[in-house]
């Protein structure tokens, strides 16, 4: 167990739908990045927060967004959804901004049908 | 500019023998390095990373990884593989001074033949 929560596990929608991703990191690290992993792409760097603020930016798509609040939780908003946003989506939590480890949650599923 | 690459994207290995996972490094820094490995359906879990202390690094699970800087490569390396090592396995840099951005490589796939 990384310690690091992704909600919910599996998410079935329709196109054009909207859909949020919840991730709460490890006590007490203020990092989050989010990934997007396909089968076609690998794995995709989309975000990263730290304490709040974004920090660097990836492959996120306009129609992505997210934010980190205050007690350090993250969200991925995914809107007007298409075939192609069907994929893992990885949040992962670090302590430290620079070299330190990521801890990666079990992922969310989500399949656009 | 930082750039991983990982030169297979499948291995295949025989119970017992050894594992080598190759990856080579571009980092105008001092690089951080790290291998992850991740099972069907689950998270990225770490196997060993590499700070600028020992170049030999020692991981989890009997894997171990040798920095090289002359030859900008850290690759992944088990005595003798076992059925639950086959996964996926990525290798990853970060730490370029300023930024905070994880590279990782395309993976590569382990199969353990028995």
């Known amino acids: 167990d990384s310690g690091v929560t992704q909600t919910p596990k599996h998410l079935i929608t329709a196109t054009g739908q909207r859909v949020t991703l919840r991730c709460s990191p490890r006590s007490g690290d203020l990092s989050v990045y989010w990934y997007q992993q396909s089968l076609d792409q690998g794995l995709q760097f989309l975000i990263q927060?730290?304490?709040?603020?974004?920090?660097a930016k990836g492959n996120i798509l306009e129609r992505f967004s997210a934010q980190q609040f205050p007690d350090l939780h993250s969200e991925l908003n995914l809107s007007s959804l298409e075939l192609g946003d069907s994929a893992l989506y990885f949040c992962?939590?670090?302590?430290?901004?620079?070299?330190?480890?990521?801890?990666f949650g079990e992922g969310s599923r989500l399949t656009v049908l | 500019a930082q750039s991983v690459t990982q030169l297979d994207s499948h291995v295949s290995v025989s119970e017992g023998t050894p594992v080598l996972l190759r990856c080579n490094y571009s980092?105008?820094?001092?690089?951080?390095l790290f291998w992850y490995v991740q099972h069907p359906n689950k998270g990225l879990q770490l196997l060993l990373k590499y700070t600028s202390a020992a170049t030999l690094v020692k991981g989890i699970n009997g894997f171990e990884a040798e920095f090289k800087k002359s030859e900008t490569s850290f690759h992944l390396t088990k005595p003798s593989a076992h059925m639950s090592d086959a996964a996926e396995y990525f290798c990853?840099?970060?730490?370029?001074?300023?930024?905070?951005?994880?590279?990782f490589g395309t993976g590569t796939r382990l199969k353990v033949l028995a």
């Open positions: 992962a939590s670090s302590p430290v901004g620079v070299g330190g480890e990521l801890f």
């Open positions: 990853v840099v970060s730490g370029a001074s300023g930024t905070y951005k994880y590279i």
């Open positions: 927060y730290y304490n709040g603020e974004e920090r």
């Open positions: 980092s105008s820094y001092s690089p951080s």
